[in-house]
């Protein structure tokens, strides 16, 4: 897996978006959200809400302040992956611009199925971000050493972003628990928001209580796409 998969644009093209502004409507620039507006190449088309949800969630981050934690739902091939990933390349690429040290990093779970994995990868995309080298593993070592050598490099950052794919194939919610009360537990002084995306709409229901309460009711739902959202 690469990285660095979250495409981050060209901060210099992004001076206009409606990310960059703190107060106000978030469409200062209402023709970067409308159906054909293609960004980086990748043609998002009909998901203009979604992408707003995603867009007032995870807007603290340009600013340094804590994004939201959310859990995406919708059936495959809906947008929810590529809504996540486009909304956070455009928070990284402001935040830049504001001196704001923030991390992005994606997981699918369809390939990083242990919570193992899953840290291991959120702490080499940390890695490849930040200006130290730790020299992580590839293998040898658990999980909770994963996350001690990410909770290092956040040590320099001021937010992470983590967006975590298919996290209903982890089996369990020890991930959520662990990135969204790491502030809580004194791991890190790090602003952390998690973008869970999952295509059962039951997996919140299955959560421990404590993930529950990180959470809150922040719960969105990608509907199909149907001849309605088209222009």
Known sequence: MPNDPIPTPDPEDL???????????????????????VPD????????????????????GVFGDQPGHAIVYGKTGSGKSLVSRHVTGRVRAIAQTND????SAYIDCDQANTITR??????QQAEFQSTRSLNIPDKGIGSSEYMDYLYTLL??????????DEIDKLGDDEILFKLSRAEE???????????AISNKIEYYENLDERVKSSFQDDELVFHPYDAGANP
């Not at 107060?23 to 970067?32: K, Q, T, V, W, Y």
């Not at 190449?41 to 603290?60: M, N, W, Y």
């Not at 704001?100 to 991390?103: F, H, K, R, T, Y």
């Not at 537990?185 to 973008?195: A, E, H, L, M, P």
């Open 41 to 60: 190449s990748d043609r998002i088309v009909g998901r203009d809400a979604e992408i707003k949800d995603i867009e007032e969630l995870l807007q603290p």
């Open 185 to 195: 537990s004194g791991k890190t002084d790090c602003y952390i928001g998690v973008v």
């Open 118 to 123: 899953v840290a291991r990868s959120l702490s």
């Open 15 to 37: 001076a206009d978006d409606p990310l960059t502004k703190r107060n106000g409507s978030i469409f200062a620039r209402r023709e970067l959200l409308r159906i054909g507006y």
């Open 155 to 164: 040590d320099d950052a001021d937010v992470l972003i983590a967006i975590i």
């Open 100 to 103: 704001v040290a923030l991390i």
